[in-house]
Every structure is written in structure tokens, then in C-alpha cells.
């Protein structure tokens, strides 16, 4: 028999929801921490800069371990427990390795993740810790981890949960349908950044899907975006030491390369790259002027979006635009706190705090 576990949240998980969407079977067990039904949220004062007619931010960093890998993670999981595997593996350049953590302790797996030696940001590390994961620190970087995971996983009984493994793009997807069934239809535009492609990948076969279906009137054009010292899709070539304040994105040699490809064309979209400064740009201003505080490699996306409405403003014009927020900032206290001014020291008295707040 196999045990079948109920989400908690009150809409029920992404497996209850899409159940008829996914590839689940009746054996399949329920799990949930809450994934999906993410908030779309309208811009503010960041449309300003941009001009289009709709600018919004699909947030996957509300996710329960805050960041969009949760989405495909509830369903490779679930798979994984239905097939009696012991364990779950994965390489990371971090959020991976919280969610797949986070869902293996739910489902009483264990997790063993493989990432960068010193190039993981510590929320990220302090997630697969806290969840009880074996966390191997590879003296290489996340294509290395990769190539090593996948040959583990062909010589021992434990599942690989990278986006390799097809159940993470399929949970993946649902985001797309999300964007879809909130707004009536597809927008434009998705920009989205591209670190191991398997997100690309996932919201193309989503869009697709709902337009197949006549649940939406149009496909969007994907606009994909790298960081320019990890850039290997534009290039058009692997980049063997790949560098990026964007350490999610900090990858060489992506797994899903082809299909985002594919996506990039079949949209009619582009995957461009957006330097360091320019993430870095983005991720203050959408910080400090939308509220919206995540991690470098998501507002790579955004950086994007600047640089489109610099270069050709007119392709923006009259448009519905989604950027997708993929992981939160507190996954980086450090970079956050590296490059903002120090918090301000203060006496413990009420007048020093005035004169502090400029109120004195
Ligand atoms: C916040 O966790 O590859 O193009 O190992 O964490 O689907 O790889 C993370 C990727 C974007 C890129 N934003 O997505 C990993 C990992 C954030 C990310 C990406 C990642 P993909």
C-alpha cells in the first residue's frame, strides 16, 4: 500500500491541482509544502523605466523554499518515493539543493546534493543543512557536480532531481499556466534567466500546452537571459570557467541547452546576456523601488528588460510583459550586504535615534 500523504494548504499542492496535467499515477503519494500559487504582482514604478502597457512579477521566491525549484521538486520527489528509491541526488548551485532537501525530509528520503566549493550563497547552504542532507562541497564547479551526479545515479539506486530528470520540467511548467489563468492569456513577453536552461524549457512547454488546449489565444515571445561571464547559450559555446556575482547562474555548460534553444526560436525570443553591473543595477532597483527583494540571478531578467527598453524600446511598446522572480535575497545575505551601505550604529536613546533618523 502505499501511503498517501494530503498538502496543507488550503488550495491543496501543485500535484492536487494539476493532477490531470502531470505525470502522476494513482500510486503516486500527495506531497505538498505549499508550492505553486505564486503571487503576480503589478509594477508599480519600475514600468516607468520601460514603457510598455503591462509590467508584472511572477514571485516563485514565495515558494516554500523560496525559489521556483520547489514546483518540480514536489513532482521528481513523489516519483522517487512511488518508486522506492532510498535516496535523491542532485548538483547544485544551491537552490536546488534546499528544495530537493526540503522535499526529501517531507517524504522521508534521504538527500545527498553536490555543489561549488565556496560558491554557494549561505541560505542556500543553510537550507540543505537545516533539512539534513548530505551536502558534498566538489572541489569544481556546478558542471562538474553535474557530470558526477549523473554518473552516480546510473551506478547506484538513488534518483537524480536535476532538471535532467524530466518530472522537475513538468512541475516546472505549471508557473506558465499560473501566468496564463491570472491574466486570460499569455503575456507578450516572459523574461526569465537562464542558468542550467531547464526553467526556459519548462515555461515553453507550458505556454505551448495551454495554447494546444485553448486555454490561452497566444505564445509568448521567451526572452532568456544569461550573465555575461557565464554565457555559453550566446556564446555558442561551453564556457569552462564560468564567473558571475549571480552564482545560481554561474554555469558553463547547461543540461537542457538544446531545448531552450528550440524555445527561443519556436517563441520567436531571443537569450542575450546582461553583465554583472547590470544584474547588480536591477536587483537594488527592484529592491528599492517595487519591494521586491530577491537574488542576483533572478534580476538578471530584469537587467534584461532594462536593456531591451534601452536598445529598442519600441518592441516593448503596447506590451504585456512578465519578468520571473525566481529565488529570494535572502538567499545571499552577503551580496545584499557587501555592496549596500552598512546598517548605521546607534546609541540606544531616543534623541540619538532621531538625530540618526534626520528628525532632530
Ligand atoms: C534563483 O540550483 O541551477 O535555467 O542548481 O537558482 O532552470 O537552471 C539554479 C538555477 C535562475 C536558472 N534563478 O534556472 C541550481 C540551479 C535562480 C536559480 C536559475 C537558477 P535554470
Known amino acids: 500500500m502505499t501511503e498517501r500523504l494530503t498538502g496543507t494548504s488550503a488550495a491543496g499542492g501543485l500535484l492536487e491541482r494539476y493532477r490531470d496535467r502531470l505525470p502522476i499515477t494513482d500510486e503516486t503519494p500527495m506531497l505538498s509544502l505549499g ?12 514600468i516607468e523605466r520601460v514603457g510598455c502597457k503591462d509590467l508584472y512579477f511572477k514571485l516563485e521566491m514565495c515558494n516554500p523554499t523560496a525559489s521556483f525549484k520547489d514546483r518540480g521538486m514536489v513532482v521528481a520527489v513523489a516519483r522517487a518515493a512511488e518508486a522506492r528509491v532510498r535516496a535523491v541526488l542532485c548538483a547544485s548551485t544551491g537552490n536546488t539543493s534546499a528544495s530537493a532537501a526540503a522535499y526529501a525530509a517531507h517524504s522521508g528520503l534521504e538527500a545527498f546534493v553536490l555543489v561549488p566549493h565556496g560558491r554557494v550563497a549561505r541560505g542556500k547552504l543553510a537550507q540543505a543543512v537545516a533539512h539534513g542532507a548530505r551536502v558534498l562541497a566538489l572541489r569544481g564547479n556546478f558542471d562538474d557536480a553535474l557530470a558526477i551526479a549523473r554518473n552516480v545515479s546510473e551506478k547506484h539506486p538513488v534518483s537524480l532531481v536535476n532538471s535532467v530528470n524530466p518530472y522537475r520540467i513538468e512541475g516546472q511548467k505549471t508557473a506558465a499556466f499560473e501566468i496564463v489563468d491570472e491574466l486570460g492569456d499569455a503575456p507578450d513577453l516572459l523574461f526569465i534567466p537562464v ?12 505556454f505551448v500546452e495551454y495554447y494546444q488546449a485553448e486555454r490561452a489565444g497566444q505564445k509568448p515571445r521567451l526572452m532568456g537571459w544569461q550573465a555575461a561571464g557565464a554565457a555559453p547559450i550566446v556564446r555558442g559555446e561551453p564556457v569552462d570557467d564560468p564567473q558571475t556575482v549571480a552564482t545560481a547562474i554561474r554555469i558553463g555548460n547547461p543540461a537542457s541547452w538544446e531545448f531552450a534553444v528550440t ?7 531571443q537569450i542575450d546576456a546582461v553583465t554583472d553591473d547590470e544584474i547588480l543595477a536591477a536587483y537594488h532597483l527592484l529592491a528599492e523601488e517595487e519591494g521586491i527583494f530577491c537574488e542576483p540571478a533572478s534580476a538578471a531578467c530584469v537587467a534584461g528588460l532594462f536593456k531591451t527598453a534601452a536598445e529598442s524600446p519600441e518592441s516593448l ?15 545571499d545575505p552577503e551580496t545584499a550586504l557587501a555592496i549596500e551601505t552598512e546598517a548605521t550604529e546607534v546609541d540606544a536613546d531616543l534623541s540619538a535615534v532621531e538625530s540618526a533618523m534626520g528628525l532632530a
Do not use: F, M, Q
Request: glycine share 20%.
Open 263 to 269: 524555445a527561443r526560436d519556436e517563441s520567436g525570443g
Open 35 to 46: 508550492e505553486g500559487g505564486t503571487p503576480l504582482v503589478r509594477s508599480r514604478r519600475l
Open 195 to 206: 542558468g542550467n536552461a531547464g526553467n526556459i524549457t519548462a515555461y515553453w512547454r507550458g
Open 317 to 331: 511598446r503596447d506590451r504585456t510583459i512578465v519578468c520571473v522572480i525566481t529565488g529570494h535575497g535572502l538567499k
